[in-house]
């Protein structure tokens, strides 16, 4: 059993590269959920969505969200009609949606609905949003606490920040277990602040990594702040916008961190913070570079 | 200024007569909104958009509910997935629910919403809903107190009904100005029970009546039921299924009732009771009868 834990954009196309090279019964993915909330009516886990798509390859490959070929009638319309949707989403999209929301009325847990999903879209992989409960991120900035879309649309990222918090959630039932049965963790390319740590922070997880053989690809390659404030959270936090930095903040509980080639240079300095290091192509944008990525990482262990 | 009071499916269709032959901008429609509720994740005002989408000329006349021509890409897709959705809701159809939602999530009161909503369709004539709070209709039964839905659909009307309950709701802030202003109150040919009295019985609005010409049609004709289980809850509450249990449950507010011309042997006994009648084809069938019927009801003040 492989577990991949996964944001909503650089891990799926990783995933794309795992689904070629891994049986789908031996992968599980934890997902982040941080930040979920509701949307025009609706419970939108924008990652776990993105995840579930990417498995049944009906992902919106142009925006790495939604489904591929979906309309956007209701969608339009709502615009027409003045009330644009702070969220676009697709009919069927919307589908996924409001049975979800529907499920949660009726008491389902998360994870018992994104079982339920998957095994109804045919997937094989398990998925497991990291927790049931919803949380959020709180930034502590030099103007007080601001939530996180209040720093990222109102202040538009302005404000110092002095702090990154997570709120304190249980795990989902199956996380726990599902790390420490794995031969291999991989954490990938996501967003580290906003994706990756949020899953690492829950109680019992970090400590559950550390037992384990884990592989991360640095999602930042060369000084480019990743998406989004990542990188003005990164330095906050006393971090370098590098791989380098990437490996300071996992180094606890990672085992070999993959970079770029383009970062070459920096592979012993990171061999000394997190004790291994793998140097490939991480920019994956073919099918093929996906591919030897994905079977770069499954041979790490054997290195 | 023309005032009419509506549900879902028979008024409606008076309506297509009566933009015809009156200039909308002196017609206020006034719209039953008992048992609004939330489907789907979004609020279902299910006669008011009837009315909407019927002043502009977009009804779907073959169910009598939502839009023309709409498509249904999120509810098959829900369907596909195992949770077909309680109320069937169309594509464009729900941008309208979710625009409601949203607005009334950020404080906006229904009848501003749905006043925003016409005037964004360039709909000319007001649309009131009865009340801004939401309302249920209770039956009393032989085995307890029941909520609309639970005797409809688990009960399957068979109870015995003792009494139908309306929740005590306040009128919306033109309710009863409209009514006041109006030179003449249509009455239209929808269910009384479900449709109608919960119109009249909120505060104000019977006593707003009795001031005024009210003209009303009757939605029975000859003595089979109206749709739904009408006809159980005029028997239970003492009243024939017929023109004339209509004319009774009206009298103490109706100048004149407009029966069908099949009721015709019924006309005198129904004058004794409101005090006036009018017997014409109130069968609409076409876009000619609701015209003459509209026109029909017009003259009546000055017959």
């Known amino acids: 059993m492989i577990c991949v834990l996964s944001g909503g954009t650089g891990t799926p196309k990783l995933i794309q590269g795992l689904k070629e090279v891994v049986d789908l019964k031996d ?19 924008g990652d776990i969505d993105v995840v579930l798509y990417t498995l049944k390859d009906m992902i919106d490959e142009e925006f790495w969200y939604g489904i591929k070929g979906d309309t956007y009638i209701t969608s339009e319309y709502l615009e027409k009609m003045g009330t644009p949707e702070k969220i676009r989403i697709g009919d069927r999209d919307r589908a996924t949606m409001i049975q979800k929301t529907l499920m949660l009325e009726e008491g389902y847990s998360l994870s018992e609905i994104v079982d339920i999903q998957r095994k109804y879209l045919g997937i094989e992989s398990k998925v497991i949003p990291m927790s049931d409960v919803d949380s959020d991120i709180v930034i502590e900035t030099d103007i007080g606490q601001l939530d996180f879309h209040e720093f990222l649309i109102e202040k538009q990222c302005k404000p110092t920040v002095k702090d990154v918090v997570y709120s304190d959630v249980p795990p989902a039932p199956e996380l726990i277990e ?29 400590e559950a990594l550390r037992d384990k053989y884990v592989v991360a690809v640095s999602p930042i390659v060369g000084t480019e702040p990743v998406s989004g404030p990542a990188g ?59 591919k030897d990525l994905a079977n770069f990482i499954l041979k790490s262990r054997n290195d």
Chains 1, 2 share one sequence.
């Open 27 to 45: 992968l599980s993915i934890i997902v982040n959920t941080v930040e979920n909330n509701y949307f025009s009516g609706v419970y939108v886990s």
């Open 178 to 206: 599902t790390i420490e049965k794995s031969e291999m963790v991989i954490i990938g390319p996501s967003n580290p602040i906003t994706s990756i740590m949020p899953i690492v922070s829950i109680g019992g997880v970090r």
């Open 232 to 290: 003005k959270f990164m330095n906050a936090l006393g971090y370098d916008v590098s791989a380098i930095g990437v490996a300071e903040m996992y180094k606890d509980f990672v085992d070999k961190l993959i970079i770029d080639n383009e970062d070459k240079e920096l592979s012993s300095k990171i061999k000394d913070i997190v004790g291994d290091v793998g140097v490939t192509n991480t920019m994956m944008k073919s099918l093929d570079i996906k």
